[in-house]
């Protein structure tokens, strides 16, 4: 069964400092990872994916991700955090074999609180 | 407009209660889901339909089900509403011909379900 492990329920950053939000996967196959973010009374709204190619992913408001194979992870970064930066954040992995490859299973979420 | 809209956005019913929650898109996308949001658990897949003659559960289907009216709505049922159903649900949508994005999810705003 394919997993998400975002191992911190909250990061807090300066603003204007570099910020990183982690994410670990566990898939059957190649990894499709998708990074979403959820602000207050809000949908999900789509940030990046890493589907194949280049391991540094770019995506909206200026955050990019780096895919790491070998640890199986899929960290969010932005090299310098905004205040409307803050919001909560979800990884999301879905695999390209086996059973319920087509689902993505999301992660637990992590509340990124950007200070003043 | 919203390109995936739910109603209604806020629902408090009591335990008993047959409960429905609606959704409608604009997207022309083939693929819909119903996910349940919970403090610390994420999102988790109810049910999803890959067309109006095909639906599938989910990881928790188990209290819901679905009806799929049309390609454009996918409505989510509750027959007989528990308190532990209270959540918030989101509504989703995405392209079958879109493989480069594979499963780019675009979300509803959400409905939140309290069952007394």
């Known amino acids: 069964a394919q997993s998400v492990a975002q191992p911190e329920d909250q990061v807090n950053v300066a603003e204007g400092n570099p910020l990183t939000v982690k994410c670990t996967y566990s898939?059957?196959?190649?990894?499709?990872l998708f990074w979403y973010v959820q602000y207050p009374n809000r949908g999900l709204q789509f940030l990046l994916k890493y589907i194949t190619g280049d391991n540094l992913v770019k995506g909206s408001y200026g955050f990019e991700a780096e895919f790491n194979k070998s640890q199986t992870s899929f960290h969010l970064k932005k090299p310098s955090a905004l205040v409307s930066d803050s919001a909560l954040y979800f990884c999301a992995v879905r695999g390209d074999s086996g059973a319920g490859s087509y689902q993505l299973t999301f992660g637990k979420g992590t509340k990124l609180s950007v200070i003043p | 407009d919203a390109d995936v809209t739910q109603t209604p956005r806020n629902r408090i019913t009591k335990t008993g209660k047959r409960i429905m929650l609606e959704c409608s898109q604009t997207?022309?996308?083939?693929?819909m889901y119903w996910y349940r949001q919970d403090p610390g658990l994420g999102l988790r897949l109810i049910y999803y339909?890959?067309?109006?003659?095909?639906?599938n559960k989910g990881e928790i289907s188990d209290g819901y089900s679905v009806s799929r009216q049309a390609q454009a709505k996918f409505s989510l049922s509750l027959e007989s509403a528990i308190p532990n159903q209270t959540a918030l649900y989101f509504c989703?949508?995405?392209?079958?011909?879109?493989?480069?994005?594979?499963?780019?999810?675009?979300f509803g705003a959400g409905s939140r379900l309290t069952v007394l």
């Open positions: 898939v059957s196959g190649n990894p499709y």
């Open positions: 339909s890959f067309d109006v003659k095909d639906i």
């Open positions: 997207k022309g996308h083939d693929r």
């Open positions: 989703a949508t995405s392209d079958i011909k879109d493989r480069a994005g594979a499963n780019v999810l675009t």
